[in-house]
């Protein structure tokens, strides 16, 4: 068996409201080098996981995008993104089952089937929430809400319907600058490029 390549020394929550918690830890870190590190304090932020969604109608070769505010985003960019359908993974709730829940929230659409893509960290310097990300294919065209939502949650969103090579556009040009966004957008255009390859 290997050894730990890090031992946490303290943990601390420093600050906690709904879904955030932000945690004091103090660590040492096994340096490259064999030896361990001084001890490092870092603010972590734990939020739990959540889900993105890449909904893609294939009969119009469309994805779907929800537009909304994002107050984090508005002092230094648009304040209004375009994004894949996504959020938060409930207690209790596997990862597919909330990627489900949140289509039928955001879009209306219910997902018939669903493909994990990947999991990733979004920001792991500070922040612990992984994202699965999860594509649904719809081979016989896909209907969605023109804004959808939930009132409890003060959700308002505007749901879009875009061809997949505009989004790449919109990726292109600075559009669409959300990072699971991206990553979904590219890695669809890859699928793409890897059957036309064979």
Known sequence: MSEPIAEIL????VFHKRIFRWLSIRF?????????SEPIEHLVLNRGDSVGILLHDLATDEIVLVEQF???AFE????????IPAGRIDDGESAEASAKREAIEETGAEPESIQLVASFYLSPG???ERLSLFYCPFPTGLTVLA????AHESEDLRVHRVPTLEADEMVKNGTIIDAKSIIAIQWLLAQRQA???R
Do not use: M
């Open 126 to 128: 500070a922040c612990t």
């Open 147 to 150: 804004h959808a939502g939930l």
């Open 195 to 197: 059957k036309l390859g």
């Open 76 to 83: 230094n960019g648009p304040g209004r993104l375009l994004e």
């Open 70 to 72: 994002r107050v984090s």
């Open 28 to 36: 040492r870190a096994k340096k490259f080098d064999g030896t361990l």
């Open 10 to 13: 303290e943990t601390k929550e």
